[in-house]
Structure formats: structure tokens, C-alpha cells
């Protein structure tokens, strides 16, 4: 289990009871939640209430495979074994639709129109993902290494082989 997030839950829960929505906190072995067991009823896969919390997030710069796990098609269900990316099981035809244009587009600045639209669809227009948090990272380099560009977007040593000793 994890303190941290099942304190945040309790800080959520009492702002809720606050504003008279009644809260039940359920916590579940993160092996169980996250296992995929299509027999458990207690995997993030089955979204067995009205709000799960769990991270997620991509990586690299270009968020169309992130994006890409909210079609319909990738929903969790009986007929898959409950497998599936799209967790709430969000299933928009105009987001399908829009993720189709994303694919298909090459131009830089007009797949990030796309993605800002696909990420709206997800985020303030229909409350399926609501952000609570980003869990910062933190990286570090020793300084007798040179050339080291570390950035949020990519892993410590994406540009290793740029890297030279400090004399």
C-alpha cells in the first residue's frame, strides 16, 4: 500500500464529506488492482465504482499512443478478458474520430492541435481523468561528466553518447 496516496484519498474524502458527497475509501493489494486477474473483481480493469486513483502518465514528447488507449476499442470487457488500456472505459465517436485525424496527420504543429483537443475531450469536457497531481522527478549528474542534458520528456542518459569526462 501506498501512505502517501491513501492520505491524499483521506485529505479528498474529508473535502467531499465537506460538500455532503458521501465517500467509501476501498483499498486494494496493488498486485490485485493492477494484476489483470479477468476473475478478480478488484482490478483497476473493472472500474467497480464512481472514482478509482491511480498514476498514469507516457513517455517521450508525442502523446498519441497515450492518447490512442482512450478509443473505444480499448476498453475492458467481458468479450476481452477485461484487458484493455481505455480503464474508464470513455467511448466518444468524435474522439475516435478526432484520434483518427491524429494519426493520420504529419505536420507538427497540427498534431499538437489535435492532442490538445483529445487531451480536452478527456480532461475539462468530460471529467473522465481529472489531474490531481504530478509526481516530480528528480535527476542528478556527477560533475565530472560533461555534456549531460537531462529534461523532463526523456530518460537520465538519452544523450549518453554525448557525454565526456570532465578534466
Known amino acids: 500500500m501506498n501512505p502517501i496516496r491513501q492520505d491524499f484519498q483521506a485529505l479528498i ?13 476501498k483499498s486494494i493489494d496493488p498486485g490485485v488492482f493492477f494484476g489483470g486477474d479477468a476473475g478478480s473483481p ?5 472500474f467497480y465504482a464512481d472514482v478509482e486513483m491511480y498514476a498514469n502518465n507516457f513517455s517521450g514528447t508525442d502523446p498519441e499512443a497515450y492518447l490512442a488507449e482512450h478509443a473505444c476499442d480499448q476498453a475492458p470487457s467481458p468479450e476481452n478478458q ?15 474520430a478526432l484520434l483518427k485525424e491524429l494519426t493520420a496527420a504529419t505536420d507538427p504543429a497540427k498534431r499538437a492541435e489535435i492532442a490538445i483537443k483529445l487531451n480536452d475531450m478527456l480532461t475539462k469536457d468530460s471529467k473522465v481523468i481529472i489531474p490531481l497531481v504530478h509526481r516530480g522527478t528528480l535527476s542528478a549528474h556527477s ?14 542518459i538519452t544523450n549518453i553518447a554525448d557525454w565526456y569526462r570532465v578534466k
Open 82 to 96: 477485461w484487458q484493455g488500456p481505455n480503464i474508464n472505459r470513455f467511448c466518444d465517436p468524435a474522439y475516435d
Open 13 to 25: 474524502k474529508s473535502w467531499w464529506n465537506e460538500i455532503g458527497v458521501e465517500v467509501e475509501l
Open 42 to 46: 478488484d482490478t483497476f480493469q473493472k
Open 143 to 156: 560533475n565530472a561528466l560533461g555534456g549531460v542534458a537531462i529534461n523532463a520528456w526523456d530518460n537520465e
